[in-house]
């Protein structure tokens, strides 16, 4: 057999070649647009007939009504700057709380 027959490839050609798959560029988020999926989020809190009708509010709604995540919420809770009620064992956060940690809070 003759080894000329298959020479091995020149590998400093081989890195001067431009390659057939071409990078794609991700947004300015990270993440190509293929891999983005949207998330419903209300961005805009709760219903307003909701709010003037409840007297305490879920974590959840607590965290839409202050413009912040759960875990901040819970984190408030925990460091006690937010009192809540545990009634039938969910955590319940009156509106007269959220009202006054908004007022002691203003710098």
Do not use: C, W
Request: proline share 9%; glycine share 4%; aromatic share 2%.
């Amino acid at each position: 057999m003759n080894t000329n027959d298959n020479p091995a490839p020149d590998l400093a050609a081989l890195h001067e070649q431009p390659s057939a798959v071409q990078p794609v560029a991700a947004p300015a988020g990270g993440v190509p647009a293929e891999a983005q999926t949207e998330h419903p989020r209300p961005s805009a809190g709760i219903d307003p007939q909701l709010y003037a009708t409840r007297l305490a509010f879920s974590v959840r709604e607590a965290a839409e009504i202050l413009g912040v995540s759960e875990k901040s919420i819970r984190r408030l809770i925990n460091r006690r700057l937010l009192k809540s009620s545990r009634a039938l064992r969910h955590l319940r956060i009156p509106k007269s709380e959220l009202s006054r940690y908004l007022e002691t809070t203003l710098v």
